[in-house]
């Protein structure tokens, strides 16, 4: 089946500082990549869509200068918190579609955990 | 995307049957629907999508009467590890082409 990985699971980082999530479609390509975060007891929050080869499309209320996503290859996306604060401490889940005709189901991945000091 | 409603919360014991009703009374004649389980710190996982009457896959089944307006998600026998929470999402049945819309979710706990 369609298997999306996430790197790292889970980072610590002091405040002020910048963290890279990856997010990787194993064995398919991905030409659309979904980020969300998600905070305690709470549904999972769309930030931006990522599409291969462009710009991604921020949902209302998201910075696109502190959540910046790259999207460089039909297999990757990363997502990097700039100048991160407490208040980004969150889970972060990428989502991506392995694609066809019939049925496009998308497909998440386990998710990064980050803890700003 | 319609709007769905679940329960907040089911609880239930190992061995038994588990039934998840979802409403979407606004679903769209070309809106599929769509379940996904989470469990705590991980990314939701595909359980099951349908568009009217039964699906059936190794996992649940899924029910969805002719007026469409709701649809229940049917666990047999379940067990501990089937704690967790569930999403249902209605819209188009190519989800990997759009972003989705996480509703409450059901939380299931299931006790010995």
């Known amino acids: 089946g369609a298997v999306v990985s996430q790197h790292p699971s889970r980072v610590i980082c002091k405040s002020g500082t910048s963290v890279k999530i990856e997010c990787r479609s194993l064995?398919?390509?991905?030409?659309?990549m979904f980020w969300y975060r998600q905070f305690p007891k709470k549904s999972l929050m769309l930030m931006a869509t990522?599409?291969?080869?462009?710009?991604?499309?921020?949902e209302q209320g998201v910075e696109k200068d502190k959540f910046l996503i790259n999207h460089a290859s039909l297999t990757l996306s990363t997502l990097t918190v700039t100048s991160a604060h407490p208040e980004d401490s969150s889970f972060y889940i990428c989502?991506?579609?392995?694609?066809?005709?019939?049925?496009?189901?998308?497909?998440f991945g386990p998710g990064t955990r980050l803890t700003v000091l | 995307l319609a709007k769905t409603t679940q329960p907040i919360s089911m609880d239930s014991y190992e061995g038994q049957e588990v039934n998840i009703t979802c409403s979407h009374n606004?679903?769209?004649?070309?809106?599929?629907i769509t379940w996904y389980q989470q469990f705590p710190s991980q990314g939701p996982r595909f359980i099951i999508q349908?568009?009217?009457t039964k699906v059936t896959n190794e996992v649940a089944s899924l029910f969805i009467p002719a007026d469409r307006k709701s649809s229940t998600l049917s666990l047999p026998r379940v067990s501990l590890s089937d704690t967790a929470v569930y999403y249902c999402?209605?819209?188009?049945?190519?989800?990997?082409?759009?972003?989705?819309?996480f509703g409450s979710g059901t939380r299931l706990q299931v006790q010995p």
């Open positions: 999402l209605v819209g188009d049945r190519y989800t990997g082409r759009r972003a989705l819309t």
């Open positions: 990522s599409n291969e080869g462009s710009k991604a499309t921020y």
């Open positions: 989502s991506a579609s392995s694609g066809g005709p019939d049925t496009d189901t998308q497909y």
């Open positions: 606004n679903i769209a004649t070309n809106d599929y």
């Open positions: 064995d398919f390509q991905a030409t659309t």
């Open positions: 349908g568009y009217k």
